[in-house]
């Protein structure tokens, strides 16, 4: 699976959520949507600002839907227009996940959940000794955080694409996922985010932004394309 983020900052204008939602749900070979808008939660160890305004993860099974959907006349164009005046930035990543104890949402079907978007925007020193260490040992204690629903892990790629907005290369993202505010809060203050502190403080060198964002969270399924 391919993920495509499209992010908009340094803009208070909200989006209209259910026009956003029928446009991506036209992107032919899309898997699935996500529209991530602001939330809040109390971490004990960070607090990295706002959230962005809006950000959008567009799902594809396979590359070449992704660069189709990206390309000069594809349906991803319209994102340049969903917030006039924002800071717009893009990036394209292999998706990974990975098991929870208990994935069903609690929430009631069409509402929003809560996502934690984390992103390594810098370097480390070796790549490879990097994600070796993190994807064997960080999504084992996630897993433990209580009531959390998902977890994903996104890994740098290169891709083609024509959308009119600046790319980032951002090292790695993850997001952990949550019924509500309220249950990331609380998982954020269970024991098992110290356990998460104490293998960060064991990651191998690294260099850069590392930014922690609470979201709400809602999807637009494939399967509510138009026929």
């Not at 959008?56 to 000069?72: N, R, T, V």
């Not at 292999?94 to 925007?121: I, K, M, N, S």
């Not at 690294?206 to 609470?214: D, Q, W």
Request: hydrophobic share 40%; with cysteine.
């Amino acid at each position: 699976m391919f993920c495509h983020f499209t992010s908009f900052t340094q803009t208070s204008a909200q989006p209209d959520q259910a026009r956003l939602a029928t446009m991506l749900a036209t992107v032919p070979g899309l898997a699935k949507a996500l529209i991530h808008t602001a939330s809040a939660t109390s971490d004990p160890y960070l607090h990295d600002g706002a959230p962005p305004a809006l950000v959008i993860q567009s799902y594809f099974a396979d590359i070449a839907a992704l660069e189709a959907a990206c390309a000069p006349s594809g349906a991803l164009q319209p994102l340049a227009h969903v917030l006039p005046g924002a800071s717009i930035t893009q990036q394209a990543m292999l998706v990974r996940t990975y098991p929870v104890p208990d994935p069903v949402f609690q929430t009631p079907p069409g509402e929003p959940h809560c996502t934690y978007l984390v992103a390594y925007e810098g370097q480390a020193e070796d790549l490879n000794l990097w994600l070796t260490h993190y994807l064997a040992h960080h999504p084992p204690i996630m897993a433990k955080f209580p009531a959390i629903r998902q977890i994903e892990i996104y890994t740098r790629m290169d891709w083609c694409g024509h959308l009119p907005f600046p790319r980032v290369t951002h090292m790695q993202r993850n997001k952990v996922v949550f019924d509500s505010p309220a249950a990331l809060t609380a998982a954020l203050n269970s024991p098992v985010r110290h356990e998460m502190r104490a293998d960060f403080n064991q990651f191998p060198p690294y260099s850069g932004a590392n930014t922690h964002y609470p979201m709400q969270t809602r999807a637009v399924s494939a399967s509510a394309r138009p026929s």
